[in-house]
């Protein structure tokens, strides 16, 4: 697997109020997995604009629901770059079935979404997380870090410098 290094970044998240005190763990992720991570792994999911970071947010609903638009500065050694996409003859066949539709595959048929399949074999090969281009944005890309795979030599934090998100879950119960 080619691994690539991202050069320091800005990326972007929306968080979910409740789960704001939170931001860099990936536990939302973990509850009942995410397109690249099973259910129980860690995944912080990321984007690489502000646009891209809201669309991903909104999803499937009409409006935006609540949240907080929040900025991390990153430097990631060992991330797979897919933001090309499945391109016939770079990358094994498995990949180009990406872009599935991740939860009707195992939630409604009850089978293994190939791309969890694929963040299986990211992190299998020591990748620390995979670029890959938005299917809420077109034209944006998206980056998955799997925070227990980070190690010294990388970078990722939360831009919080006035301190503003909450320290606890308690101001959201």
């Given at each position: 697997?080619?691994?690539?290094t991202?050069?320091i ?6 968080l979910?109020?409740r ?9 939302g992720?973990a509850?009942q997995?995410?397109?690249?991570n ?5 995944a ?14 909104q999803?499937?609903l009409d409006l ?9 500065l990153?430097r990631l050694?060992c ?8 391109e016939?003859?770079a990358?094994?066949s498995?990949?180009q ?5 991740w ?11 190939p ?10 090969s020591e990748?620390k997380?995979?670029?890959f281009p938005?299917?809420a944005d077109?034209?944006?890309f ?10 010294r030599e990388d970078?990722?934090?939360?831009f919080?410098p006035l301190g ?5 879950q308690a101001?959201?119960?």
């Amino acid at each position: 697997m080619m691994f690539s290094t991202l050069p320091i970044s800005t990326l972007y998240r929306m968080l979910t109020p409740r789960w704001s005190f939170q931001p860099l763990s990936g536990a939302g992720a973990a509850r009942q997995g995410g397109r690249f991570n099973r259910p129980g792994e860690h995944a912080l999911y990321l984007s690489f604009s502000t646009r891209t970071a809201v669309a991903e947010y909104q999803q499937f609903l009409d409006l935006l629901p609540p949240g907080t638009l929040a900025a991390f500065l990153a430097r990631l050694s060992c991330i797979v770059d897919f933001r090309r996409g499945f391109e016939a003859g770079a990358r094994a066949s498995g990949w180009q079935d990406w872009d599935c539709n991740w939860r009707n595959v195992a939630f409604r048929r009850q089978e293994v979404p190939p791309s969890w399949v694929l963040g299986d074999e990211v992190r299998r090969s020591e990748g620390k997380g995979l670029a890959f281009p938005s299917l809420a944005d077109p034209g944006g890309f998206n980056l998955v870090v799997y925070p227990d795979r980070l190690d010294r030599e990388d970078r990722l934090e939360v831009f919080d410098p006035l301190g503003a998100l909450p320290k606890t879950q308690a101001s959201w119960l």
